[in-house]
């Protein structure tokens, strides 16, 4: 039997100032808190309410529901990287699953588009699931295999001999269930859930869990944390959120090839936007995907070259020197300020 | 009065290719008795802690914890179990507060204990609960790794050179801290250089040259001894 003796029980050097110490604490933790909860409500409301108004004043609902679904990809790279620190290339093989699940959910048996999605989504955790001795690489290794892995699925499903079942590369269509306010609002609220999702990821022991895994995993297992079981929860979880934007995806855009939804920049991209917005953030990949993909839109498409360039720039430049990402350096920025005012009324 | 071995090491062997690190090491430690274990570099102290708290499995022999063989379990589990120990080289989780760093190891490790709210009085970290880790110097560090692994609750908790780099006084209030810890039943294994620190402190240490134990016993004894003089000063 372990010791049930406290601490405690040697005696305090300042033990009164402990007391009114404790009290002050407490309150000032309860104004923490309010204001924890109040940021984190308005990470979740503002821009599910942004996107529920918007196609009232901007008609490209397709740029719209694309934006949400890369909202939603970052966020999971945000769990998978952000939080564990390793880097998922192949995280479109997770959307490529879930858009091909989806369909054949509502194919082969012709269940609703909306419970079809949550199939794509459960299905792309369990191919997460058989991919999960991929953990125990790390580094470089790991985000090539995650690559490999999705080129591997990418040439299951869109093999010819596997035509009766997938289509093979012929494409697959879908076009009977076409909904546009249908999808727009599964799109909505994966937009909610991916980023709610976050939050609770962050704020429970999970999160935690996963801070200290990312920072020291030998520190982190002698502080009684199973680093392979709550990595592999994030693996899950980032790998679910990725086949329920895959699912949005086919169900928005009806008539796909596999080559549509196995492509490597649908990784790149979701990479790109949690890295420039700010991995291990709430907000920083929701502002990365609609900053990034929103200017992507307006110049990229004539001249994607170029953003090829400053996609590749911005992975090397944040990886190395801005780990925190836009959310992170405006933190910095705020907290400089803030504490110059207080030296200056001070 | 009998006192329980609470940790019993067997013939503990662990090679590195072609080297053996650790060659049929046993230990045996009481219930709130703080030991010694000292030795030249590379005699294997470090590793003797790596493989009883986990981090390296070993090749031969046993680990008992409370009677438990864990030989096999992974550290997390042995944590559980109830062996912790400290980093020579700091091991904090440098983007989490002093408060979280020990509110994560209460949280998964300590279960069975009630340590949360006294760890860093008694560290001494009281003051510097909301501070970021990579801003604490190394000294502080340390002491957050001590805090840390009492928040598990251990009966065995490894010391691993606490000690280097502070002054005479600052020895004094670890040394101090350290009687305190071992009253509550936590068996303490001091590693140390700091021989002077050690005779202050433990009952026996256990010397190690290579691998191999070559002396147990009293501090006194041990400076007396033909062997360990040998180890210590080159023959």
Redesign the interface.
């Known amino acids: ?10 005696p ?1 050097k ?1 033990g009164d100032r ?1 007391m009114t110490d404790k009290g002050q604490s407490l309150r000032g933790l309860g104004s923490l808190l309010k204001r924890r909860n109040l940021k984190d409500l308005l990470a979740v409301v503002v821009p599910v309410v942004i996107f529920s108004l918007a196609p009232h004043f901007y008609s490209n609902e397709i740029l719209l529901i694309s934006i949400m679904i890369y909202v939603a990809l970052a966020e999971g790279v945000n769990i998978i990287y952000g939080f564990t620190g390793y880097l998922p290339f192949g995280y479109v093989g997770f959307y490529g699953v879930g858009a091909y699940a989806t369909s054949l959910a509502i194919l082969d048996f012709n269940l609703p588009p909306e419970v079809s999605i949550i199939v794509g989504g459960a299905i792309s955790a369990l191919v997460a699931l058989v991919l999960m001795p991929l953990l125990r690489l790390k580094g470089s290794y790991f985000a090539i295999a995650t690559l490999a892995a999705a080129e591997a699925l990418y040439a299951i499903i869109g093999n010819p001999s596997l035509k009766s079942i997938t289509q093979g590369p012929y494409g697959i269509n879908i076009g009977s269930v076409y909904s546009s306010g249908g999808s727009y609002v599964v799109a909505v609220v994966l937009l909610g859930l991916s980023i709610l999702t976050v939050i609770a990821v962050k704020r429970s ?1 999970l999160g ?2 996963l ?2 895994i990312k ?2 995993p ?10 392979v079981v709550e990595r592999t929860k994030a693996w899950l979880i980032s790998a679910a959120i990725a086949g329920l934007a895959g699912g949005v995806f086919a169900w928005t855009i009806t008539i796909f090839y596999p080559s549509a939804v196995f492509d490597i920049s649908i990784s790149v991209f979701a990479i790109v936007f949690a890295l420039f917005g700010g991995v291990g953030t709430t907000m920083g990949p929701v502002i990365g995907a609609v900053v990034l993909y929103g200017l992507y839109s307006y110049v990229g498409v004539t001249q994607p070259q170029y953003f090829q360039l400053i996609f590749g720039a911005i992975i090397v430049v944040f990886v190395l020197f801005v780990p925190k990402g836009i959310v992170g350096l405006l933190g910095t920025a705020i907290n400089r300020l803030g504490s110059l005012g207080q030296r200056q009324r001070g | 009065m009998t006192l329980t071995n609470v940790l019993e090491v067997d013939g503990v062997v662990k090679s590195f290719g072609g080297f053996k690190a650790l060659n049929g090491v046993s230990l045996k430690v009481s219930q709130g008795e703080i030991v010694g274990l000292v030795g030249p570099n590379g005699c294997g102290k470090t590793t003797l802690v790596n493989v009883v708290s986990g981090i390296y499995s070993c090749d031969g022999g046993s680990v008992r914890l409370g009677g438990k063989d864990v030989t096999h379990l992974p550290a997390h589990k042995r944590v559980l179990f109830g062996v912790n120990r400290t980093f020579q080289v700091p091991k904090p989780f440098k983007d989490m507060t002093v408060q979280e760093n020990v509110e994560l190891a209460w949280n998964f490790g300590g279960r069975h204990g009630s340590l949360r709210d006294s760890v860093l009085g008694t560290t001494g970290l009281e003051d510097l609960k909301d501070r970021v880790t990579s801003t604490l110097n190394t000294a502080q560090q340390k002491r957050l790794d001590l805090a840390r692994a009492l928040a598990t609750n251990p009966q065995v908790l490894f010391v691993d050179e606490l000690g280097a780099g502070l002054n005479p006084s600052e020895l004094s209030d670890l040394a101090e801290m350290l009687r305190g810890i071992s009253k509550l039943n936590v068996a303490l294994i001091v590693v140390e250089h700091l021989m002077g620190f050690l005779e202050a402190l433990t009952t026996r240490v256990v010397v190690l040259e290579a691998g191999k134990e070559i002396f147990e016993g009293n501090i006194k004894d041990a400076i007396r001894d033909k062997k360990v003089v040998e180890v210590f000063l080159g023959g």
């Open positions: 039997m372990r010791s049930e003796e406290k601490l405690g029980d040697i305090a300042s402990q022991k935690l869990a801070r200290a920072n020291d030998v520190s982190a297992s002698l502080s009684g944390v199973n680093v």
